[in-house]
């Protein structure tokens, strides 16, 4: 089935560390996306890729990083500068920038031990 | 910067009612979109639309975009349990840097059986 798959579901993060999260596409899409999800909040964009090997900064992109090697795939690491790192993190990916239908995946929630 | 503004913030319906959540913008947007979100789970798309006037529908949701473009409505009929969930609209600027894609808040549908 095509579709965007996130993992892992669940991810802890020690002090210090850094993690990543995997986003995989099948859908021959060429945009993808990364969003924070607070409790009660809105979707807030951290980075998004338009084509292999590009990749621009959001709205809050502070204490994270991303590659963009395949078209297929577009991980997010959460780097031991982002000082409130626990929330829903969720992929999503689009056929045409330009018009922006995004499609999106499971998510990956992201605690702090 | 663009901000959509989505109500209401949460509602609490029984079942077999109807239900309209609407968004609004002082900016224009080429395209609407709704999403619903279950917990823990990433915004499925609902419905998109692309004309000024435009009414479609999905089986029991209906959304309209505003004549003036800068506004779109969604409504559920016969509500039922399953419906629960976080409403989103999201609205796409196709002149953004990276489409542009503006997301509500949410609306929290409860219902009660």
């Known amino acids: 089935d095509g579709g965007i798959t996130q993992s892992p579901k669940y991810l802890f993060r020690k002090e210090g560390q850094n993690v990543t999260l995997s986003c995989e596409q099948n859908l021959n899409h060429d945009a993808m996306y990364w969003y924070r999800q607070d409790p009660g909040q809105g979707l807030r964009l951290i980075y998004y890729s338009q084509i292999v090997n590009d990749f621009q900064k959001g709205d809050i992109a502070e204490g994270y990083s991303v590659s963009r090697e395949k078209k297929e795939s577009f991980p997010l690491t959460v780097t031991s500068a982002q000082k409130n790192p626990t929330a829903f993190y969720l992929c999503a990916s689009s056929k045409d920038p330009a018009k922006n239908i995004q499609y999106f995946g499971a998510g990956t929630r992201l605690s702090v031990l | 910067g663009q901000q959509l503004n989505q109500s209401p913030q949460s509602m609490f319906i029984q079942e077999g009612e109807d239900v309209s959540m609407n968004c609004t913008s002082s900016s224009i947007f080429n395209t609407w979109l709704w999403y619903k979100q279950d917990p823990g789970e990433g915004p499925v798309l609902l419905i998109a639309?692309?004309?000024?006037?435009e009414l479609t529908s999905n089986g029991r949701l209906t959304a309209q975009f505003g004549i003036t473009r800068k506004d779109s409505f969604l409504n559920i009929s016969a509500s039922i349990p399953s419906d629960v969930g976080i409403y989103f609209c999201?609205?796409?600027?196709?002149?953004?840097?990276?489409?542009?894609?503006?997301f509500g808040k949410g609306t929290k549908l409860s219902v009660k059986p």
């Open positions: 639309l692309y004309k000024a006037g």
């Open positions: 999201a609205g796409v600027n196709y002149g953004g840097s990276q489409g542009n894609l503006i």
